[in-house]
């Protein structure tokens, strides 16, 4: 996708121009790297634990801390990487891909909600995996161990290609560090769940809809593995993790933006 400044009228929060993704090798200095993957290996997950197994992406998922030193490592590779001194660390999570009661690890093409701006993709730990790398933009980048991938997953468009192995021991796990600018609707929220949900409700759509924009349809399942089993991680409500917006839903939610922008 150009990586291009938002000019459509059904997008309620513009995103401006954004670099190309990059990846970077040996991102973190080596002791950094260490603790990282020291304080995500120790968490409660993973095959016989009680944590949540999203089976479509076939993950676990899971929000992490850590102290200021290495958060000021990771701000500053972002600021590097998307050309901008102003940016400030919304949030991390992380992830561990791995086969589980059938499922196959996957990732369809999409865009991201508007929830973050910039995304830094940190591979953690790559266990008996030769490689299982992401696409952005149809550019392929290895999924290497403090290799990070930097890319603005709200304009530009990722996934993974099949998952290349069978062994259900192999995982990936992959810490993403999500940046905003000044101005971006992230800094405004009050921390209470209320202005959060209301704040998703507003500008969660965008993300879908220029994707849309960009593909002529919206995010679908493709090439999903049939092995894979809906989620049911929030049973009986649906799964953010594992769901996409049904094109019916994604048409009556560009006619709402339009009408909050006057259109």
């Not at 899971?62 to 102003?86: G, H, T, Y």
């Not at 929830?115 to 299982?132: P, R």
């Amino acid at each position: 996708m150009p990586n291009t400044a938002d000019i459509s009228p059904n997008i309620i929060f513009p995103l401006p121009e954004v670099p190309p993704p990059v990846a970077i090798k040996n991102a973190l200095p080596e002791e950094l790297f260490r603790e990282v993957q020291d304080i995500i290996g120790a968490l409660d997950w993973g095959p016989g634990s009680s944590d949540k197994y999203h089976s479509i992406a076939s993950r676990w998922s899971q929000n992490v801390q850590f102290r200021p030193e290495i958060n000021d490592a990771m701000l500053s590779i972002a600021k590097e990487a998307f050309q901008d001194d102003e940016l400030e660390l919304a949030f991390y999570y992380t992830v561990r891909y791995q086969m589980h009661e059938g499922n196959i690890p996957y990732l369809w093409t999409h865009m991201d909600q508007n929830g973050c701006q910039h995304t830094i993709d940190l591979c953690v730990i790559k266990h008996k995996l030769d490689d299982w790398g992401l696409y952005v933009d149809d550019q392929l980048f290895s999924e290497e161990e403090n290799q990070a991938i930097c890319m603005s997953s709200c304009q530009q468009s990722h996934g993974r290609p099949p998952y290349p192995s069978r062994d259900p021991e192999a995982y990936l796990v992959v810490l993403f560090g999500i940046y905003t600018k000044p101005g971006h609707w992230w800094r405004d929220l009050d921390g209470t769940e209320e202005s959060f949900m209301e704040a998703i409700d507003k500008y969660r759509w965008d993300g879908d809809i220029r994707y849309a924009e960009y593909a002529g349809n919206a995010p679908y399942f493709n090439d999903l593995p049939p092995e894979n089993k809906e989620c049911q991680a929030y049973a009986p409500k649906e799964c953010h993790e594992c769901w996409t917006i049904p094109e019916e839903m994604l048409n009556e939610k560009i006619e709402r933006n339009k009408k909050i922008n006057g259109f």
